[in-house]
């Protein structure tokens, strides 16, 4: 079965180092990846993805994320936290095959970056 | 742009009670889908539409119905509403559903069943 998953539920982290946080999946063929942002009582931001190409990916606010196909990990990484980075991060895969859009996500992990 | 926007964003229901959360986009997207969000639980897909009069079922669609008879509007009904339905309810769409375009999300709909 295809599945994504977050082994952290939190991640602490003082403003100014840098961050990871984490995410494995398992799913036949070749993956679609995602990161999304959760910020308190908002729906969620897209802040990357990776189709294919180049392992490392660039997205908004800073924030870059490595696809390892022989980890099966898309971590997601920031060299220098900021506190405003505090929020719920979802890593999603889409389900490879098929005309539809449909995403499996992790269940969360929730940063804290201390001032 | 007003994005996806679900209306109501807080609801209290009783016990075997309906009701049906609305949910809108302006973009002239393809592809809609419903979400739950429970704690420790992620998103579940609860139905989605590829477009106007195509609906099919996601993870969890039982105790839900959707129709999409407009590109703009995918109501989620809940006929007779359970505990268990106590959730956060997220609308998303996103443009060709073939082209791992990203998803935009509404704010939710919180919702308690008493």
Not at chain 2, 16 to 29: E, K, R, V
Not at chain 2, 30 to 59: F, K
Request: proline share 6%; glycine share 8%; with cysteine.
């Amino acid at each position: 079965a295809q599945s994504v998953a977050q082994p952290e539920d939190q991640v602490n982290v003082a403003e100014g180092n840098p961050l990871t946080v984490k995410c494995t999946y398992s799913v036949s063929g070749n993956p679609y990846l995602f990161w999304y942002v959760q910020y308190p009582n908002r729906g969620l931001q897209f802040l990357l993805k990776y189709i294919t190409g180049d392992n490392l990916v660039k997205g908004s606010y800073g924030f870059e994320a490595e696809f390892n196909k022989s980890q099966t990990s898309f971590h997601l990484k920031k060299p220098s936290a900021l506190v405003s980075d505090s929020a719920l991060y979802f890593c999603a895969v889409r389900v490879p095959g098929g005309a539809t859009n449909k995403l499996i996500f992790g269940t969360g992990t929730l940063l804290a970056v201390q001032p | 742009n007003a994005g996806v926007t679900q209306t109501p964003k807080f609801q209290v229901l009783k016990t075997g009670q309906s009701m049906t959360l609305q949910c809108a986009q302006d973009m002239n997207h393809e592809y809609m889908s419903w979400y739950r969000q429970d704690p420790g639980m992620g998103l579940r897909l609860i139905h989605y539409s590829v477009g106007a009069g195509i609906t099919d079922q996601g993870e969890v669609p039982n105790g839900y119905n959707v129709s999409r008879s407009t590109t703009e509007d995918f109501p989620l009904r809940l006929l007779s509403a359970a505990p268990s339905q106590t959730s956060v309810y997220f609308c998303a769409s996103s443009t060709d559903s073939r082209r791992n375009q990203p998803q935009h999300f509404g704010d939710g709909t919180r919702l308690s069943i008493l």
